[in-house]
């Protein structure tokens, strides 16, 4: 039935062949930021997850984003870095769906497991007393649950009824991956439903839980100015401050990329925007949210000294 409706079988990712003198360059930056990304998560995983005494919500958040990250940046750089080094890419359509399916899905549970971060530090930096009630081992396990199943159903619905759609006309993705707004553009049919329906998701999705984050920090920059030491109250709005940068960062470019997906950016502008979350967030976030936290620096210590005792014995 697809082969009559869709005469395209694969697809062709452009990237950055329009600066061909650039092309290894804009490789070699990649693959650093891609090692280090992938590093730097691992060890974030194998710290957490091997010193009991972080076996608590704050960390266990902080461990699931290491896992989504370094999943969000396996589903995509690997394909560019071959993009770049390439002149061509083909793409297969079963390929390209199962990119644009886990760059749903990870990008979803992402933007609810931030919310959930937020909202576990609103809760133990303004209400304490009864922080462990608030958080508990059973909210923990649902608020998790619920970021990983919503970005499952999110990016079934939303891939599915993407790849659905006929492709009868040109095959190249000017983009960097197989987004869902770049592969909407070789869609020959009328997209208007799927458009309104991306549009009310991503109000759901993103600025819904950007807001409850932004409205959970505002309550903590207000617990902090109580505050009567003047050392913590300022560690503590230097991370806050890291943390909502990091926010809006992310969910700021994201709601760029599919809060209107047939937007009117040039494909340039489309792959600047799409690099700052699938490249830059998952290496920015385990640095701002670990390596501000002193009992996350004492575990990678603890980690490296055990790598180096090992190495000794």
């Known amino acids: 039935r ?8 694969e697809f062709i990712l452009l990237g950055f062949s329009n600066f061909p003198e650039l092309q290894e360059q804009i490789f070699g930056v990649f693959l650093v930021i891609y090692l280090v990304t ?31 990250e370094v999943s969000f940046s396996a589903a995509i750089m690997p394909e560019m870095l071959v993009v770049l080094t390439t002149k061509r890419t083909t793409i297969s359509f079963v390929g390209c769906f199962t990119q644009t399916y886990f760059i749903i899905l990870l990008g979803g549970t992402e ?18 007393l009864t922080y462990p009630m608030i958080m508990s081992k059973s909210v923990f396990v649902k608020l998790v ?17 993407v790849f659905s759609f006929p492709f009868c006309g040109p095959n190249e993705i000017n983009h960097i991956s197989c987004e869902t707004p770049a592969v909407l553009e070789l869609v020959c049919a009328d ?24 409205l959970s920090y505002l309550r903590i920059l207000f617990a902090i100015l109580k505050m009567p030491s003047t050392t913590g109250r300022q560690k503590a709005f230097s991370t806050c401050a890291s943390h909502v940068t990091s926010v809006t960062l992310f969910y700021g470019t994201a709601s760029m990329t599919y809060l209107l997906p047939k937007s009117s950016y ?18 920015l976030n385990p640095l701002i949210y670990s390596l501000r936290n002193d009992e996350m620096k004492r575990a990678l210590v603890k980690l490296w000294q055990k790598k180096v005792a090992f190495q000794i014995v």
Request: aromatic share 14%.
């Open 2 to 9: 697809r082969q009559n409706q869709s005469s395209v079988v």
């Open 38 to 68: 992938l590093m730097g998560n691992a060890l974030i995983i194998a710290a957490i997850l091997l010193d009991q005494t972080l076996h608590f919500p704050m960390y266990l958040f902080l461990q699931n984003l290491s896992v989504v």
């Open 111 to 128: 933007c609810f497991l931030l919310g959930a971060m937020a909202y576990d530090r609103f809760a133990a930096i303004c209400h304490p």
């Open 145 to 161: 649950m619920f970021s990983w199943v919503s970005g499952i159903m999110v990016a079934t619905v939303t891939t599915t009824w």
């Open 191 to 214: 997209t208007f439903l799927f458009e309104i329906y991306a549009f009310t998701g991503t109000i759901l999705f993103i600025l819904l839980p950007f807001l409850l984050i932004l």
């Open 266 to 283: 040039s494909p340039a502008t489309k792959k600047l925007i799409s690099l700052t979350y699938t490249l830059l967030t998952p290496l």
